[in-house]
């Protein structure tokens, strides 16, 4: 499986921002595409999940409202639309693949490679 992130970028509080995850290679074992998060010095935090048949959505609760994840299985393709953007939300974004739902890192199956957002304050 190869995943590859972009859109990342430097940005002000308020503004938004919209990752993209490219999807190759995707097995039976990939039911789930999630977005996650590491900020400096911090643990990879869960961000957001779509199952990919079905397109249902999981959000953690700091990007509930702001943050949409949607996908594009002709293009095999993931997003990650982010909204009202502030400091904390800070950190480099990974998209990653998954069998089942998960919270945190624990179950992940794949990982891509991440991109910087930074929001300045």
């Known amino acids: 499986v190869q995943l590859q992130a972009s859109g990342g970028g430097l940005v002000q509080t308020g503004d938004s921002l919209r990752l993209s995850c490219a999807l190759s290679?995707?097995?039976?074992?990939?039911?789930?595409m999630n977005w996650f998060r590491q900020a400096p010095g911090k643990e990879r935090e869960f961000v957001a999940g779509?199952?990919?048949?079905?397109?249902?959505?999981r959000y953690a609760d700091s990007v509930k409202g702001r943050f949409t994840i949607s996908r594009n299985s002709a293009e095999n393709a993931v997003y990650l639309q982010m909204n009202s953007l502030k400091p904390d939300d800070t950190g480099v974004y990974y998209c990653?693949?998954?069998?089942?739902?998960?919270?945190?890192?624990?179950?992940?199956?794949?990982w891509g490679q991440g991109t910087q957002v930074t929001v300045s304050s």
């Open positions: 290679g995707l097995t039976t074992r990939d039911n789930f």
């Open positions: 779509i199952k990919w048949r079905e397109g249902r959505k």
């Open positions: 990653a693949t998954s069998n089942e739902v998960v919270t945190t890192v624990i179950g992940v199956e794949s």
